[in-house]
């Protein structure tokens, strides 16, 4: 087991690094307030290659490994959550999913303008009935010769307004053993007749991205458009979720570090009772435990990523990681409320951003009780990893690259 990092994780590193120092960060504050993404934020991703870089160059890609995701989204969401959420939804729901389940057509259709930044991608799954029962969604396909017919509505959808493209799961059969056997999954483009969609206002967090609606109405789209087999939409979608938590991991790993590096910058300049409060051991006592969560959070993104460069199923290990890392960044960034005193009560400083940020992730893409249950079913043996149909494929260097 090796743990360092190769000389193309840290350039990963520091250009996303760079990106989101030198050209989010200084307007963050003021599109958090305004309750906008700023308009360059897309466009730059894609041009710097973050949008496609654990894709293959063939598709479009960057041709980077499943753990220079990760790191990017740790980077991103050390400045916004908005930033690492493009990551999970552009590329973990859409990009990844077509990866592994799309035809060669879809692939070069889809996947290549979304990993070349033409094009953003989204998942819209949830409804507003089903998020954790998911295999209970409403939204219909009806079979029509060489079409399909779609009609519903899909609710918290990330980048709902912002997409050109979503991956979207819908119930083409109800008289089913099991709800889940009677989804399907498709590739949809948001410009088709019949789309709708809007933003949600008023959020709690990631109030600089889109978080919206996308409603459905006689949707017609073709039989190509269909990813995987008909009744196939489940395992498409909970595939989708490994790829999407393991960069809800990586980013809370990265709140988690912002959280500790703006407490421990703050600690050494206030003073209380005569020393700076870093000398108090109560608030030393808050500061080792960001510093713990961060490495644990860190070797478990990293072992979920690692397993997926060797082809390895990793639901559980992404679980696991996803979980503790946005309980852990959300403790963190209250803590570093708690340090700062009142300064960390107002948006003069990060750490309130932090707070409302980090608690969204405990909710999607499985909330921490959803988690709870996965690891338990794995635990008490009453889960089993089943192969399926299309893997995620292993990292593959010179394939990737050339
Ligand atoms: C900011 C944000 C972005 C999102 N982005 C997307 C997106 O891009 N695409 C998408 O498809 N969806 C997205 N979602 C939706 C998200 O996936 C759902 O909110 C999530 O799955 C939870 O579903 P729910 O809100 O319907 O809560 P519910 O499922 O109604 O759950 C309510 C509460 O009950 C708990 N609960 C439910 N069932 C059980 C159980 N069996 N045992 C114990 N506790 C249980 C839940 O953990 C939760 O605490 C987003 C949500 C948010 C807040």
């Given at each position: 087991m090796d743990f360092r990092l190769t000389t193309e994780h840290e350039m990963v590193q520091k250009m996303?690094?760079?990106?989101?120092?030198?050209?989010?960060?200084?307007?963050?504050?003021?599109?958090?307030r305004k309750q906008e993404m700023t308009a360059h934020v897309l466009p730059r991703m894609g041009e710097l290659g973050?949008?496609?870089?654990?894709?293959?160059?063939?598709?479009g890609g960057q041709g980077m490994d499943y753990i220079s995701l990760g790191l990017a989204s740790e980077e991103l969401e050390v400045i916004d959550t908005?930033?690492?959420?493009?990551?999970?939804?552009?590329n973990g729901l859409a990009s990844m999913t077509l990866?592994?389940?799309?035809?060669?057509e879809q692939k070069e259709k889809y996947l290549a303008p979304l990993a070349r930044g033409e094009?953003?991608?989204?998942?819209?799954?949830?409804?507003?009935?089903?998020?954790?029962?998911?295999?209970?969604i409403l939204m219909t396909g009806k079979r029509d010769g060489d079409e399909y017919i779609l009609n519903?509505?899909?609710?918290?959808?990330?980048?709902?307004?912002?997409?050109?493209?979503?991956?979207?799961t819908v119930?083409?059969?109800?008289?089913?053993?099991?709800?889940?056997?009677?989804?399907?999954?498709?590739?949809?483009?948001?410009?088709?007749?019949g789309v709708s969609r809007g933003d949600i206002h008023g959020k709690l967090g990631v109030r600089a991205g889109s978080t919206g609606w996308i409603s459905f109405q006689d949707v017609r789209v073709p039989l190509e458009n269909r990813i995987g087999e008909e009744g196939e939409g489940f395992k498409v979608t909970m595939t989708a979720f490994d790829h999407g938590r393991y960069t809800v991991a990586a980013g809370a790993t990265g709140l988690i570090r912002a959280s500790l590096e703006a407490s421990v910058a703050y600690a050494k300049e206030r003073s209380s009772f005569g020393k700076p409060i870093a000398r108090h051991q109560l608030i030393q006592e808050k500061i080792a435990r960001m510093a713990r969560d961060y490495e644990i959070a860190r070797l478990l993104y990293l072992r979920a990523g690692w397993m997926k460069n060797e082809g390895v199923r990793n639901t559980f290990e992404t679980s696991i990681a996803k979980h503790f890392a946005t309980d852990a960044?959300?403790?963190?960034?209250?803590?570093?409320?708690?340090?700062?005193?009142?300064?960390?009560?107002?948006?003069?400083?990060?750490?309130?951003?932090?707070?409302?940020?980090?608690?969204?992730?405990?909710?999607?893409?499985?909330?921490s009780e959803i988690q709870s249950l996965i690891q338990a079913d794995y635990a008490l043996g009453y889960r089993k990893d089943k192969a399926v149909r299309c893997e995620l494929p292993a990292y593959d260097s010179q394939a990737w690259q050339s």
């Open positions: 996303v690094r760079d990106f989101a120092r030198k050209e989010v960060a200084p307007t963050i504050k003021e599109a958090d973050i949008l496609g870089i654990c894709i293959p160059v063939r598709y908005t930033l690492r959420v493009v990551m999970s939804v552009h990866f592994q389940w799309g035809t060669e094009k953003i991608g989204c998942g819209a799954f949830s409804e507003p009935g089903a998020g954790s029962d998911f295999a209970n519903g509505e899909k609710m918290w959808i990330s980048l709902a307004t912002k997409a050109d493209f979503a991956v979207v119930r083409t059969k109800s008289d089913v053993a099991k709800p889940s056997e009677g989804l399907t999954a498709y590739i949809v483009e948001l410009d088709r007749p960044s959300f403790h963190a960034a209250s803590e570093a409320i708690q340090i700062h005193g009142a300064y960390g009560f107002s948006d003069e400083y990060d750490v309130e951003r932090f707070m409302r940020n980090a608690r969204g992730a405990m909710i999607y893409e499985g909330s």
